[in-house]
């Protein structure tokens, strides 16, 4: 079965401060892989998107990593302001199309002054 | 929101009564779909469609039934709602192509009691 594992489940961080987020999955076969960012009563944004040949991608503050042979992503948020305040998913798509994805439970992120 | 509206964005609804959720775009995108929210779970495919008339079941079908008799509607029907139903209820659409965005409304909390 396609699974992603994400941690730590939730965090606190200060204003200013880094953080990164963990995501791991056994998804196959694998085609990209996705972050997206949802506000407390609101859908799912987009973040990334890297397929299997991108190791690296950014999007303003937010840089995510992917390692394909030991199947790990990660998520750094730099200098984190009060808006990163969020939970950030990781989906893996095992496919074409978008039928086909597979979604973390999310990591939970709090910024507080 | 990429020109998703999903409505209606908050409903109460008695155990089994039938239930209509619609989803409209503005985007002209061919495939949408349908996804629940749940406390403990990540995002889980309902129902997709990849054109008119043209629809398929995602891993949660049972209990819910799809229309889309035209491009930019997509409707989801509980067809006598049960309060496992309860959730957080989301609508995606993209392109067509092996890696392509998908874009999320901003949801519609359904409560069965």
């Known amino acids: 079965k396609n699974q992603v594992e994400q941690s730590p489940q939730s965090l606190i961080i200060l204003e200013g401060k880094n953080c990164t987020l963990q995501c791991n999955y056994t998804v196959s076969p694998f085609s990209n892989l996705r972050w997206y960012k949802q506000d407390t009563g609101r859908g799912p944004v987009s973040l990334t998107i890297m397929t299997f040949s991108e190791n690296t991608k950014s999007n303003g503050r937010y840089t995510a990593t992917l390692d394909a042979d030991t199947k790990q992503s990660s998520l750094h948020i730099t200098a984190s302001q009060l808006s990163d305040s969020a939970s950030y998913i990781c989906v893996v798509s095992a496919g074409y199309g978008n039928n086909r994805l597979a979604f973390g439970k999310g990591n939970q992120v709090v910024v507080i002054p | 929101d990429a020109g998703i509206t999903q409505s209606p964005r908050h409903k109460v609804t008695e155990t089994g009564t039938p239930v209509t959720l619609r989803c409209h775009q503005t985007e002209n995108h061919r495939y949408m779909y349908w996804y629940r929210q749940d406390p403990g779970h990540g995002l889980r495919l309902i129902h997709y469609s990849y054109g008119v008339k043209d629809t398929d079941k995602g891993e949660v079908s049972d209990g819910y039934s799809v229309s889309r008799s035209k491009t930019e509607d997509f409707l989801l029907t509980l067809e006598s709602a049960t309060s496992s139903q309860t959730s957080v209820y989301f609508c995606?659409?993209?392109?067509?192509?092996?890696?392509?965005?998908?874009?999320f409304g901003q949801g519609t909390r359904l409560t069965v009691v």
């Open positions: 995606a659409i993209s392109e067509g192509g092996a890696v392509t965005e998908a874009f």
